[in-house]
C-alpha cells in the first residue's frame, strides 16, 4: 500500500488514503482478509487492482458493495443515502 503511494489514517491503522495531486482519491479499508475500496476515478482505481493482482492471489470485484464484515449495505441512490443493518446477525442470535 505504501509502495503505491498510500498512506495509513492516524485513527484507524486498518485505513489508507491516497490523495494524488490530480484530485484522485482512494479510501482503503483493510481487515484480515477483506478489503473495501472507495474512489472517484476508474482508471486509477483499476490501474492499482492491476498493480495488486501482479503481488497477490486475490479475488477483485468491481460491483457495488451489499455486504462487508458482517454489516449490511443497502444503498439508496435516488434518495442519496446509506444504511447500514446488522438485522443477520440478530437473526443468527435470535436462532
Not at 8 to 13: S, T
Not at 33 to 60: P, Q, V
Amino acid at each position: 500500500m505504501i509502495d503505491y503511494g498510500f498512506q495509513p489514517v492516524n485513527a484507524d491503522k486498518t485505513l489508507f488514503c491516497l490523495n494524488r495531486d490530480d484530485c484522485t482519491v482512494m479510501i482503503i479499508a483493510l481487515y484480515v482478509d477483506d478489503g473495501l475500496t472507495a474512489h472517484n476515478n476508474d482508471a486509477e482505481y483499476a490501474k492499482f487492482i492491476k498493480a495488486l493482482l501482479e503481488r497477490f492471489k486475490l479475488r477483485a470485484e468491481s460491483t457495488e458493495v451489499t455486504w462487508y464484515l458482517g454489516v449490511g449495505i443497502l444503498r439508496d441512490w435516488s434518495k442519496g443515502t446509506i444504511k447500514l443493518t446488522q438485522h443477520q446477525y440478530v437473526n443468527d442470535l435470535l436462532k
